[in-house]
């Protein structure tokens, strides 16, 4: 399967999988999980472990055989020439700027509904960030805005692929040139998504990823990684990942200190050759929920967010819309029966407190703090079961009482692929708060 291509998959009525399943008479669970990552972990325990006993066994910590293997690794999966691992993606997106000498008082373009790294790796160097508005189907920075925001104070681009889906990079790159500015690609929540073929982070000048547990490839803790197909850029982000020395104890820039440890190395070297499968199960699972919700009479309830047909979209997120103000009022009966959810960012970067120095007012992105008060983001994992997505639709429906009214999916699995076949999962164990790496999940 190429990475293009998404599967699909048939859906059973609720009705039929509490017969089967032996559930209550609204073919309900008592508890979907938000996240799992026991679920995965249970399949590569002895392999994780044995890794770590590995570099534990050899003192090689920092920078290690692990690490240089890993990045190699990451090129070949990637087609792009140069990885260079560091401490985290919120450095990588550091790294990245402190690249191109972006200095106190320049302007850096990227969106607001994102993460906060994005910004504050701006703010960091002293620099100013330049909010953009987004598109409000795809929630990716807007390029007719990110065009408009360009001054001669502008000194880079950063578009965030966010939810797993490729920014308008064919918008965006011509801008770019024309304007003769880099594109930093913020490609955090998009490992292995595409745009025409190619990788997210190999389309812009430098992509930014994270390797934070909770992402499509997570570690065990902290870490990140960028990519760039200039040599160049990728000898100036090595130097700079270790305080700009080189040789040792000969300092050519000021860098900072953003090293990968090999313990991250090497569990990420376990979990990398099964990324490719776990992202079309994340693709089998968005195509279910497209087909649950059409069973559903919820239209003017709730937006379901579609496929990216230039490219690979590896839903890190499956974020649905609920307007009207219904959306705090969903997850909380949603809370109530065990579902687990997370508002994706429930406060724009232009409207934080730590910002109302650079003078943005409600009202100037409208796009983005719409969807900032109307989204909410449902359990996507690779591990999810086909009866806790009925559970978790169902329950939606429940909220709105809105009926169900058979199958609608027929043009939906037009759209997609020849059926796929969704194992059970090897480990399976449902729980109000498994899975949670701890309360930041950006």
Known sequence: MTHSQTPSTTVRSPATAAHDRGTDAGGFLPAVPLLALDRQYAV???AIRGALDRVCDSGKFVLGPDVHDLEAELAQSLSVPHVISCASGSDALLLALMAFDIKPGDEVILPSYTFFATASAVTRLGAVPIFADIDPITYLIDPADVKKKISKRTKAIVPVHLFGRTADMDA???IAKTAGLPVVEDAAQSILSTWHGRCSGAIGDVGCFSFYPTKNLGGVGDGGFLTTTRDDIAARLKLLRVHGMEPRYYHQVVGINSRLDSLQAAVLRVKLPHLDAWTTARQVNAARYQQLFAEYDLAGHVAVPGDESRGRHVWNQFVIRAPGGQRDALRKHLAACGVGTEIYYPVPLHMQQCFEYLGWRKGDLPQ????AEETLALPIFPELTEEEQQTV?????EFFHAPHIGQKTDDIRRTHQ????????HFVRRMNAVGRADDVRS
């Open 393 to 397: 639709v169902g329950r939606v429906a």
């Open 172 to 174: 965006i790159l011509p």
């Open 418 to 425: 020849p059926e796929a076949v969704v194992e059970e999962p």
């Open 368 to 371: 983005t703090e719409l969807a």
């Open 44 to 46: 590569l325990r002895d």
